[in-house]
């Protein structure tokens, strides 16, 4: 069955500009969650969603960054004001049920962002 | 808060050779401990995870790890490495709902 797709998979802007970044969970996974993964590090955690609601935002890093899901499937991670810092590899990753730690999440290939 | 840390940002063994790669953990509550996989220009992929049963898990592609309390570690193993182990792998650990991850360990794979 089909995996976790994002979209587009690069994306190229110049700073201050806003950038959109699209995420297609799996079919039927009520948890969605975003990561950075910057060059050299691991994913570093950003916001999770139990259905359309943000239940864990304390890794959005400021209030430039913002998601929604709106239907409680597709996810849209939106950054205003881009700087040249934002650029890293946006993962999204969604499992079948949020709140139990042990659920395994199942990555998508990221969004690659450069800001120019 | 809990944190992993990685041992080791690259790794080579020579193709056939055991395969280790390092993991310690913080947690102020038992953890669930994961390893993942990531290809180049892939999606992390899990390889196996700790969750407070058997002490020593076995994953996919002949990887296992065994959780020490002692030690707070949680090492990734393989008797023989392939050509295709090359990758980057992971460590994470979660107490909540959110997912920490490790630095990273990028593993080659010498013929």
């Known amino acids: 069955g089909a995996g976790v797709s994002q979209t587009p998979s690069n994306k190229v802007t110049e700073k201050g500009k806003y950038v959109e970044l699209r995420c297609d969970p799996i079919?039927?996974?009520?948890?969605l969650y975003w990561y950075r993964q910057s060059l050299g590090q691991g994913p570093e955690f950003l916001i999770y969603?139990?259905?359309?609601?943000?239940?864990?935002d304390s890794g959005l890093p400021n209030d430039r960054f913002f998601a929604v899901r709106p239907e409680g499937s597709v996810s849209t991670l939106k950054i205003q004001r881009t700087e040249r810092g934002d650029s890293a590899v946006y993962l999204c990753?969604?499992?079948?049920?949020?709140?139990?730690?042990?659920?395994?999440?199942?990555f998508g290939p990221g969004t690659r962002l450069t800001v120019l | 808060a809990q944190s992993v840390t990685q041992l080791g940002s690259h790794v080579s063994v020579s193709e056939g050779a055991l395969v280790l790669l390092r993991c310690n953990y913080s947690?102020?509550?038992?953890?669930?401990l994961f390893w993942y996989v990531q290809y180049p220009n892939q999606g992390l992929q899990l390889l196996l995870k700790?969750?407070?049963?058997?002490?020593l898990v076995k994953g996919i592609n002949g990887f296992e790890a065994e959780f020490k309390k002692s030690e707070t570690s949680f090492h990734l193993t393989k008797p023989s490495a392939h050509m295709s182990d090359a990758a980057e792998y992971f460590c994470?650990?979660?107490?909540?709902?959110?997912?920490?991850f490790g630095a990273g360990t990028r593993l080659t794979v010498k013929p």
């Open positions: 700790y969750t407070s049963a058997a002490t």
């Open positions: 990753a969604s499992s079948l049920k949020g709140g139990l730690s042990y659920n395994e999440q199942f």
């Open positions: 969603f139990q259905g359309t609601g943000a239940a864990d």
């Open positions: 994470a650990v979660s107490d909540n709902n959110d997912m920490r």
């Open positions: 947690s102020s509550v038992p953890p669930y």
């Open positions: 079919s039927g996974h009520t948890a």
